[in-house]
């Protein structure tokens, strides 16, 4: 069974940085994606970035592009998104996610596995 584990909630001021991690367990997650959406009061939930456990490839949505960034940690079976020049609207639940298929999708749907959340909150 694949578990899926965020951290790194917290309350930052606007231009902060912030770090959080997603522990994955229960497979091999080689062939896996991996994927950071966000979720506000209100709004649906939308894809911040993904990437390719194999080979590390990844993708952003544009409106965090050049200031976060994900990378995975073989060895910990640990996804990361460092959150840097953070504004207030990133204020959201992110959750981590994987997806089975090795092409990286912005569709929430398309992937099978989440995390609980993490609540980010940014003040201005």
């Known amino acids: 069974q694949v578990q899926l584990v965020e951290s790194g909630e917290g309350l930052v001021q606007a231009g902060g940085s912030l770090r959080l991690s997603c522990a994955a367990s229960?497979?091999?997650?080689?062939?896996?994606?991996m994927g950071w959406f966000r979720q506000a009061p209100g709004k649906e939930r939308e894809f911040v970035a993904g990437?390719?456990?194999?080979?590390?490839?990844?993708h952003y949505a544009d409106s965090v592009k050049g200031r976060f960034t994900i990378s995975r940690d073989n060895a910990k079976n640990t996804v990361y998104l460092q959150m840097n020049s953070l504004k207030p609207e990133d204020s959201a639940v992110y959750y981590c996610?994987?997806?089975?298929?090795?092409?990286?999708?912005?569709?929430?749907?398309?992937?099978?596995?989440w995390g609980q959340g993490t609540q980010v909150t940014v003040s201005s």
């Open positions: 996610a994987a997806k089975t298929t090795d092409y990286i999708s912005d569709r929430p749907q398309a992937y099978d596995y």
């Open positions: 229960g497979r091999t997650f080689s062939n896996y994606v």
């Open positions: 990437i390719r456990w194999s080979g590390g490839r990844t």
